[in-house]
């Protein structure tokens, strides 16, 4: 990792929150790439997801899904549970962070995206009596959105239909349906 990439994750701890939000932003947009240091951060930000500090917790979850499309050895399959419980947090500015990139998993390979809709799939039919649950089904579906506008693969697009279709409210189910126009 290069001096200028370690900085930023030092600078995550700044007392200045605009040094904090730059540095956030540099490495949020790092990831959206493939890099070479995924594994020289990648335990340090994983043990993120646990931390008692949300703002960490957010941040590892980011980081991680962005760093899933680093990891020739496919680590993130076995630590998505653990991203995924981010999605659940108690904090809810956090979990919707946590949500919003978890489709950045899916980029990594067909079974990191097969596990990302699996888990979308059975939180949007299973979920309804989760707090927010309306927004919970609309991250999930903007981010099915998000992965079929990267992949291009016509099942993606059928799955967020599919999902759509099961909304009772009709007020809802065109409120997802904007995603998609």
């Known amino acids: 990792m290069d001096s200028v990439t370690r900085s930023y994750f030092e600078n995550l701890e700044a007392k200045d929150k605009n040094v904090q939000f730059e540095a956030f932003n540099a490495i ?6 493939e ?4 594994y020289e951060v990648w335990d340090e930000i994983k043990e993120w997801l646990t931390d008692s500090d949300n703002h960490r917790r957010s941040r590892g979850a980011q980081f991680l899904a962005g760093l899933a499309k680093s990891d020739p050895e496919k680590r993130i399959l076995g630590d998505f549970p653990a991203l995924w419980e981010v999605t659940k947090d108690p904090k809810f500015v ?12 899916g980029l990594a390979g067909k079974e990191q995206k097969q596990q990302v809709i ?13 707090k927010h649950y309306t927004l919970i089904r609309f991250d999930m579906i903007q981010g099915l959105k998000n992965l079929y506008d990267a992949l291009k693969e016509e ?4 799955i967020a239909m599919g999902l759509i279709e099961t909304e009772e409210d009709i007020k809802y189910r065109k409120k997802y349906m904007t995603v998609w126009k």
């Open 28 to 33: 949020n947009a790092a990831v959206k790439e």
């Open 35 to 38: 890099v070479d240091w995924a």
């Open 94 to 105: 956090t979990a919707r962070h946590s949500l919003q990139s978890i489709w950045r998993v």
């Open 118 to 130: 699996h888990h979308i799939v059975e939180r949007f039919q299973n979920g309804v009596h989760e």
């Open 155 to 158: 099942e993606i697009k059928q």
